[in-house]
């Protein structure tokens, strides 16, 4: 960063939340505020889009989960805007992206939310937990749909398909289970700790044919759009799994539906959708080797605190002109 920015500045939120987020984002973004006021700036919270439009006008920074095209045109001093998730593929416009803004993110914030919650799903995968719940609502007690099919992750082989902060963490649950653990990486540094094999994301056909739990972790990009269609469901074992924590439209949908129903592989597990919510007459809720959470991989009861942190971390850096903690990547989009 070149230009110190002036010494008191203003700041736009846009707090627009589902309601079940409301408590976390609120929190996240009281603290910010009081941040900002104590170090004399100025802080204003929009809940709306005309809001935004109007207030942006004289913003030097944008905090909030995305900007529209509408708001970017009218940002005529903005120069630093922190998104609040670490992928920010729902809100990258051409416009934005041939700006000099500086874009932040909260990636590395879910770390271990979101590879304890993919070990979690593996090991109700493999205990066949999620058919116990459903038989327990039924009011039924039956080991022989449980007992000859539950198995164990140790001696398995966990692929994990983008190898980042999130994929490392979970190579080391893996490996603390006693499971192989192979890989892909897009940009290739040597051997990773907890990772017997670092490939390229060229080779995912190598992790879908040797893994027993595919786990897909990766941004979404133009590359890894519809990364997962019938013919990479038909390259995997018939007696693995599919673990999606990324983004609903990494998968077709519809293969997965009918992968699930004619035993091409033995189940999944997912967080993401290319709908959300799931409409209530998809297929995907009437699967019984498929578990569904609500897209929460990523949450946890510290999560307004971290995120604090980063936004504290990145505002001393923008105050004094040093470099920031996760900016955005324009090539490589994230």
């Known amino acids: ?17 589902h309601l079940e987020d409301a408590l976390i984002v609120d929190r996240y973004v009281d603290l910010a505020i009081r941040e900002l006021e104590s170090r004399g700036h100025k802080a204003v919270v929009c809940r709306d889009t005309n809001s935004v439009i109007s207030e942006i006008q004289d913003a030097d920074i944008m905090i909030g989960y995305r900007i529209l095209p509408a708001m970017f045109a009218r940002a005529k001093k903005l120069k630093w805007i922190q998104f609040g998730s670490a992928g920010i593929d729902h809100t990258i416009f051409p416009e934005l992206l041939e700006s000099d803004i500086i874009i932040t993110t909260m990636s590395g914030i879910h770390r271990t939310a979101v590879s304890e919650h ?4 593996m090991l109700a995968l493999s205990r066949r937990i999620h058919t116990a719940i459903r038989n327990q609502e039924q009011h039924v007690y039956d080991r022989a749909v449980i007992a000859p099919f ?9 692929g994990i398909v983008g190898l980042g902060k999130i994929g490392t963490e979970l190579a080391r649950l893996c490996k603390s289970l006693g499971m192989k653990v192979i890989g892909t990486k897009r940009t290739i540094e040597g051997q990773l700790d907890y990772v017997d094999q ?8 190598i992790v879908l044919k040797q893994a027993d739990y595919v786990v897909l972790i990766v941004p979404l990009t133009a590359d890894t759009q519809a990364l997962i ?12 799994y599919i673990v999606n924590v990324a983004r609903g439209r990494m998968i077709d949908e519809q293969a997965l539906i009918q992968a699930l129903r004619e035993g091409w592989i033995a189940g999944a597990a997912l967080d993401v959708f290319t709908q959300e919510p799931i409409p ?20 946890f009861s510290g999560y307004s605190e971290r995120a604090f942190e980063v936004f504290r ?22």
């Open 150 to 158: 539950a198995d164990n992750l140790s001696d398995k082989t966990a």
């Open 198 to 205: 670092v490939l390229p994301p060229t080779a995912l056909d």
């Open 1 to 17: 960063m070149t230009n110190r920015p002036a010494q008191k500045m203003k700041a736009v939120f846009w707090v627009a939340h």
């Open 229 to 240: 269609g019938e013919r990479e469901l038909k390259l995997m074992k018939p007696s693995a």
């Open 280 to 299: 209530h007459d998809n297929p995907l809720w009437d699967l019984p080797n498929l578990i569904i959470t609500p897209h929460v991989a990523g949450s």
């Open 118 to 121: 993919v070990l979690g799903l």
């Open 313 to 334: 971390e990145n505002l001393n850096a923008f105050e004094e002109g040093q470099p920031m903690i996760n900016v955005f990547n324009r090539q490589r989009g994230y």
